[in-house]
């Protein structure tokens, strides 16, 4: 692709969320402080809630990568399960033996026997949910009630839900009230500042290897912040398909003209209508019909 055009050594507007990539914005940074400290005091749920493209699942890796050894993970990036799906999941990530369960009962019995056995080597099971707001309701109960699992002093599991929007809809519903009791920390991520945006770009492309002068002016950032909203999956989306677009003319700084073109062929990407001209040609055809009539004697005797 245009690789060599720019000078890079790996595409940097990648859609997947690779953690080399990981840019360490204000909203992102505070969510990832927020949910160590809280795994490190708190008890029960935590939750990180983000809009559409927010970098929810890159926060979610970066997690991952960041947790001391004392911690034993469960991923589970698809929770659209049925609650015997979900304690299966959460039985296959914690190596837990379950053929010979019969019952759903004797599953919930050996992943206990599992975490009381984590638990008396020292270290604390966190069970973390991608995509948290697809889990259908009789399965979020189900992540309730394995939430009790404790002993006499602690719990011995963490769950972090991480989620779009619709998931606070969810635990709204009166029928979730006990979970909803049960967070105790809780972030929203928010879209980038355009300021944060420049940083953004700028990262990715040192990391994806360029080294020249600034290819994105002031003037094309702000039109990606105001096409894109700050949403980083938006981001990537348009900064790729200008790169593209940069390559295929041979030229190598952006300019606004690409912009234009990649917001068009880009869902969910707007920019604002210039008003300027619809401005400037009402005030010309008032002004003429202000002087027709002035010309015709229309306006005599009219009140200066």
């Given at each position: 692709m245009y690789q060599k055009h720019y000078g890079l050594s790996e595409l940097p507007f990648t859609l997947t969320p690779n953690t080399s990539f990981y840019c360490d914005l204000e909203g992102h940074r505070a969510a990832l402080e927020v949910l160590l400290t809280a795994l490190q005091t708190g008890e029960g749920f935590i939750k990180v809630v983000g809009e559409v493209g927010t970098g929810k699942t890159l926060l979610c890796r970066k997690l991952l990568n960041e947790l001391?050894?004392?911690?034993?993970?469960?991923?589970?990036?698809?929770?659209?399960?049925?609650?015997?799906?979900?304690?299966?999941?959460?039985?296959?990530?914690?190596q837990v033996d379950i053929s010979a369960a019969t019952s759903q009962q004797l599953v919930t019995q050996a992943i206990q026997h599992k975490l009381?056995?984590?638990?008396?080597?020292?270290?604390?099971?966190?069970?973390?949910?991608?995509?948290?707001q697809a889990l259908p309701s009789d399965?979020?109960?189900a992540l309730r009630l394995i939430s009790n699992l404790e002993t006499e002093t602690r719990k011995l599991l963490h769950i972090v839900l991480f989620g779009q929007p619709e998931l606070d809809e969810r635990l709204a519903?009166?029928?979730?009230?006990?979970?909803?009791?049960?967070i105790s920390f809780s972030y929203h991520l928010q879209a980038m500042t355009v300021h944060e945006l420049a940083r953004y770009i700028s990262h990715r492309l040192h990391v994806a290897g360029y080294k020249g002068t600034p290819i994105f002016s002031g003037k094309v950032v702000s039109m990606?912040?105001?096409?894109?909203?700050g949403i980083p999956r938006l981001v990537n989306v348009l900064c790729h398909k200008v790169l593209l677009l940069g390559y295929g003319e041979g030229v190598y700084p952006i300019t606004a003209k690409h912009?234009?073109?990649a917001v068009a062929d880009t869902e969910d990407a707007t920019l604002p209508q210039?008003?300027?001209?619809w401005v400037m040609a009402s005030a010309i055809v008032v002004g003429a019909l202000m002087w027709v009539a002035y010309s015709q004697g229309w306006l005599d005797g009219v009140a200066a």
């Open positions: 001391p050894e004392k911690y034993v993970t469960a991923y589970i990036p698809n929770p659209y399960l049925t609650p015997e799906e979900l304690r299966a999941q959460i039985a296959r990530e914690l009381m056995e984590i638990n008396q080597r020292g270290e604390t099971v966190i069970i973390v949910l991608d995509e948290a399965s979020l109960e519903e009166r029928a979730h009230r006990q979970l909803r009791q049960r990606l912040h105001q096409a894109s909203r912009v234009k073109m210039a008003k300027w001209p």
